[in-house]
């Protein structure tokens, strides 16, 4: 089993930064894919950006150069910068594909954390 935490949300102004954190622990891989992801209330949750095993990387069309996911071992991160109040939800870290498919399709991924609210005023 996988446990999947979040860090590093919070609240800040348009155009700052926020840098988000999961750490994993239990039966985890180094190949691990590894992926982000958030909702808002009412809303479809969304992909918002993924890294596989050769660190192949896939971002949502909305995020146009302003987040940056990267791994570790056991943690994967998520660097927002120029936030917009449009970003304001809680994001969720996602583990380990279930196999080949889209990286940013939640359906393909197996643990979950249980998200951390981002909030950006204008």
């Known amino acids: 089993q996988v446990q999947l935490v979040e860090s590093g949300g919070g609240s800040v102004q348009a155009g700052g930064s926020l840098r988000l954190s999961c750490s994993a622990s239990?039966?985890?891989?180094?190949?691990?894919?590894m992926a982000w992801f958030r909702q808002v209330p009412g809303k479809q949750r969304e992909g918002v950006a993924a890294i596989n095993l050769d660190d192949t990387t896939k971002y949502a069309d909305f995020v146009q150069g302003r987040f940056t996911i990267s791994k570790g071992w056991n943690t994967h991160y998520l660097q927002m910068n120029s936030l917009k109040p449009e970003d304001t939800a809680i994001y969720y870290c996602?583990?380990?594909?279930?196999?080949?498919?889209?990286?940013?399709?939640?359906?393909?991924?197996?643990?979950w954390g249980k998200g951390t609210q981002v909030t950006v005023s204008s």
């Open positions: 996602a583990r380990q594909c279930r196999g080949p498919g889209e990286m940013l399709d939640g359906n393909n991924y197996a643990a």
């Open positions: 239990g039966q985890i891989y180094r190949t691990d894919c």
